[in-house]
């Protein structure tokens, strides 16, 4: 695929506002000398103590950092580290479990184990979060074991093309997605990765020249680097039909933006085009919501035209990616049963301390509704309007009618229910309901839930601080980022 031509800045004024903010931000995320010698310190002490542990249990593996840290576009304040562990080419799927009860007796208690195409560990040391993930060796990505065993061969590409410069290009991408919430390839956020950020400096070359390039794109953008489809995008349309598709250039099977959504896609396009129309350094960070008082708070919501629900309930044990997907798949189904029963959504969200408080926040036009609704029949001459009236003329729930208005037979039948929180507290409390949420987390709001409406929510909640904020923001209803 050819390269887009660049775009020439417009407007001096403004591109030099750019350059401004792009320099303050870079003063501020670019690690010190300090910050490297420190993780330089703390990385290779852990290494060897990995290593070192495998080696006495007989397991013959490399130990090495992975990630932002190897390719050097990490942020200043981060403090993440992908260590990866590389097993021999002899070494099968058998033996992981040994080889994590190696790391977690190196650990101690500071561990949790996660699962993706394999189990692997989350760890906090010293103030350093760490993913510990083992791996196959590897010369090229069609000889996979597991989808991870590509992380090195990302690492060298990016190592081998990315310069110093473009280093700090992809920091500033970084931040700037970052600071508008789309950054992060996990389900929670269904943004994009680092390792996609990477490519998009290799492809666009700048900050600039990919913030204009993303305020163009359309749905079933193609981006690939090593043209692996040059002539053939319709193909890698077909293959792959997602909202962005960046070819992996180590693997031309594989879409690298697979996780980005429609809205996080739609979100950056947005972002990209205001901060190219006006930058501002407020798009990197955003400025904290002030909490309000309680009394101010209840008042916010008494003055909403809407109303509000929270489903809060309290379970523990589930890694955050799991439990983020269990999350988003029981409020999608939870949005369908009111739909289902006549209510009329306007927005919803999940909320999560990633510890053991969880919640959904329903926004509804109403959560009352009138107790009958028009039920539209068939015309009077169908075959089915006989098994329509026999339905209707002497049934529970008929209130009005049946009448024939215009060529259909109408019915106002009486609704099951007309309380959106009681709907929720009977299906939800159920065994086998109608709501769909997730066997586990239906486990816990058997003894956990709660459903609160309004300003009872503030009542119940108010001294929660993460989740409050979370509540303005639903409320807000926009992104921090949009003025």
Known sequence: MKRRKKKPVTGEDTVNVIRAVCEQVLEKITPSASDRRELRQFSEAFVKTVRDSLQRAKIDADVHIQGSIAKDTWIAGEKEIDLFISLSKTTSRDALPKVLDVVKDVLGDTWVEAYAEHPYLIAEVDGYKIDIVPCFPMARAGQTISAVDRTPLHTAYVKDHLDDRGRQEVRLLKKFMSG????????????????????????????????????????????????????????????????LIVIDPVDRNRNVAAAVSTERLGELRTAARRFLDRPRLALFYPPPTRRPSAAQLRETVSRLGFDVIAVVFQDAGIVPDVLWGQLYKSLRSIRSLLVQHDFHVLKTSAWSDEKAAHAFLLALESRIIPATKRHRGPPFYAREADHFLEKHLDADTTAIGPWIEGDRWIVGVQRRYTDAAVLLRDELKKEEGEAGVARNLLNAMKTSLEITVNEEIIERYGSDAAFIQSLLAFLSGRPKWLE
Do not use: M
Not at 218 to 238: P, V
């Open 180 to 243: 508008i919430g789309v950054y992060g390839a996990e389900i929670k956020v269904h943004g994009f990765s680092g390792y996609l950020c990477e490519l998009l400096i290799l492809t666009y070359t700048s900050f600039v020249e990919t913030l204009r390039h993303a305020s163009e794109w359309k749905l079933g953008e193609i981006i690939d680097l090593e043209h692996a489809y040059e002539g053939r995008l319709r193909e890698a349309q077909r293959r792959f039909n997602a909202p």
